[in-house]
């Protein structure tokens, strides 16, 4: 196919990249062209601008016989939905520059599609993996995306934050982070969990939370609760008279 880009940041230029690499011819549009005539001499044009932006790009392209892709998780199709051909794919991955962002495109990636067939078609040359998530669901499939992403990435940096407080290398715990996915692969998350929320050891948790400095409490309180519901367990970092452990 011929392909349009409208956008070269790193998502842009990560597609462009990649769909090169299959044998696409891709057309990458400079940043102050006007995109009028954009669907009027390729098969597809990818909207790889900002969220905010897809509206008002996606208005001034004149409708022609290109299908109209947004790669965007969050938004709907409704911002496309006046061209006769229309859809989204968004890629279920971190893309932090075009290189490795191509690279991790072409690697068994999933993606999240609506629309048009063409949106199945890339991903499949791609050697990807379509999912298929509707308008009204778009919302929380994104937020999953960014809980996996964006929430493993802060707490990487809460856990650089408190090795720095013990003067140790924040590289000393990565092996265990890399386990740790690992884990979650290979088994699921329930059998993936384990020390304190686990064993429901009330008074290991009790003690991390003391011993954090208080700008790191609120964050461990909500991820130790979050873990003991993982566990079947309700975690009450209140004090009670003779308790020990938790109950399971």
Known sequence: MRIRIIGIGRAGGSF??????????????????????????????????????????AERITPGPATILHCSGATTLAPVRHHPRHGSIH???TLPDATTGARRLLDDCTFAVDGDAAGDTIVRDLGGNAIRVDDDRRALYHAAAAIT???????????????????LPAEAFWGLLRASVDSIVDLGPEAALTGPA????????????????EDEREAYRALARRAGRLA?????????????????
């Open 149 to 167: 992403s964006n929430h493993t990435v802060a707490l990487a940096g809460q856990v650089a934050a408190i090795a720095a407080e013990l003067g």
């Open 232 to 248: 079947s367990r309700e975690i009450d970092f209140d004090p009670r008279p003779g308790e020990g452990r938790l109950s399971g």
């Open 16 to 57: 462009a990249r990649a769909l090169a690499h299959v044998g696409h011819e891709v057309v990458v549009a400079e940043r102050h062209d006007d995109p009028a005539m954009s669907a009027s001499d390729v098969d597809v044009v990818l909207l790889a601008v900002p969220d905010r932006a897809i509206a008002a790009v």
């Open 91 to 93: 890629p279920l991955m």
């Open 198 to 213: 686990a064993r429901g050891d009330i008074a290991t948790l009790r003690a991390h939370l003391e011993a954090l400095p």
